[in-house]
């Protein structure tokens, strides 16, 4: 009767072997592990710059307006069309995106990589502005994208709203009002009103018009907002 061949042990495999190792060598653990930790501290509070949220660059800019001659053709034309030939041939300039009315116009305006928004802006409103391809009834604003504020300058957006119907004038007037209270407050450096109606004169007529141009919807309404100790929603009724 042949003698029965004894099992062979199972091969350990590297990772195995690599956890028996400091199984079986505490003193080395210890030492590795806080070695390891005194690095992780050491980078985090030396060795690695630190920031907080980082700056969210958008490469993208807005060139907008107004040019009251009620015919969209005519703002495509006599405006939006040469605006955009001349922002196109700059060489920052990745890709132009055109929107036009019949009293306004945009423009969103994409640059190459390596160019800031707020550089790129400066490039076009030099360029648009030598140029003098735009009528003088043209009305045109050039802004930068600031990603981390609203409308590329604010931190804080308050709403005005009013239980009763208003106007878009009156509802203007009175978010004036509350503007003049902000800015008295410490700690504000400027406060605006986004205006919902642009004033611009007919070049054939000269006559002023008006247009809404923004349209916002509130829901709910807070009953008692204080400003440097004033009751807001008496200015607002």
């Not at 029965?4 to 495999?13: A, D, F, G, N």
């Not at 609203?150 to 009156?170: G, T």
Request: proline letters at 5%; one cysteine or more; glycine letters at 6%.
């Amino acid at each position: 009767m042949a003698p029965k061949k004894k099992p062979q042990p199972e091969k350990l495999t590297k990772l195995q072997r690599f956890g028996l190792f400091f199984f079986g060598h505490r003193e080395t653990t210890i030492t590795f592990w806080v070695a390891l930790v005194v690095f992780g501290i050491a980078c985090y509070t030396t060795l690695m710059q630190r920031q907080g949220f980082p700056n969210v660059d958008v490469p993208i800019s807005v060139v907008s307006g107004t040019y009251f001659v009620n015919d969209k053709e005519k703002v495509d034309s006599q405006v939006a069309d040469p605006a955009t030939k001349i922002v196109k041939a700059l060489s920052v300039v990745k890709k132009v995106a055109t929107t036009s009315g019949s009293n306004y116009f945009f423009l969103t305006v994409e640059y190459n990589d390596g160019t800031n928004s707020a550089s790129g802006n400066a490039l076009v409103s030099k360029a648009l502005t030598a140029s003098n391809v735009l009528p003088p009834a043209a009305h045109v604003e050039f802004k930068a994208i600031d990603a981390g504020r609203f409308a590329e300058q604010s931190d804080l957006l308050l709403s005005i709203s009013s239980v009763n119907p208003l106007s878009a004038e009156q509802l203007q007037a009175r978010a004036e009002a509350v503007q003049a209270k902000m800015k008295e407050l410490d700690g504000v450096q400027n406060a605006t009103v986004l205006k919902q109606v642009e004033q611009g004169a007919d070049p054939v007529t000269g006559e002023t018009l008006s247009e809404q141009r923004t349209f916002d919807r509130v829901r709910g309404h807070r009953e008692r907002v204080r400003v440097n100790d004033i009751d807001t929603p008496r200015l607002l009724r």
